[in-house]
């Protein structure tokens, strides 16, 4: 099993950045992809970016230009750095890991944006 722990949630007013990180209790080289998602009340879960295992990532158009995916492998954890975050980025957010045959979870942080 792959634990996954995500830090760096809060209040931030609008304009304001913030650093998600999860760290993962594998080496990130393991898993097909990593990814962060949100859910807003009322709303289904979306996935805003994705990193792959050569590198490659992928952002939902809602969040391109403002959000970014990264990694550090030595640390085995992943990043989204959110940048000029607005009210609608109001939501839980989670770390996803395709591990092949299972798909791992985070626990979820809060992002809550003032206006």
């Known amino acids: 099993q792959v634990q996954l722990v995500e830090s760096g949630g809060g209040l931030v007013q609008a304009g304001g950045s913030l650093r998600l990180s999860c760290a993962a209790s594998?080496?990130?080289?393991?898993?097909?992809?990593m990814g962060w998602y949100r859910q807003a009340p009322g709303k289904q879960r979306e996935l805003m970016a994705s990193i792959t295992k050569d590198g490659t990532t992928n952002y939902a158009d809602s969040v391109k230009g403002r959000f970014t995916i990264s990694r550090d492998s030595a640390k085995n954890t992943v990043y989204l750095q959110m940048n000029s975050l607005k009210p609608e980025d109001t939501a839980v957010y989670f770390c996803?890991?395709?591990?092949?045959?299972?798909?791992?979870w985070g626990q979820g942080t809060q992002i809550a944006v003032s206006s």
């Open positions: 594998v080496n990130i080289y393991s898993l097909t992809t």
């Open positions: 996803g890991a395709d591990g092949y045959s299972l798909y791992y």
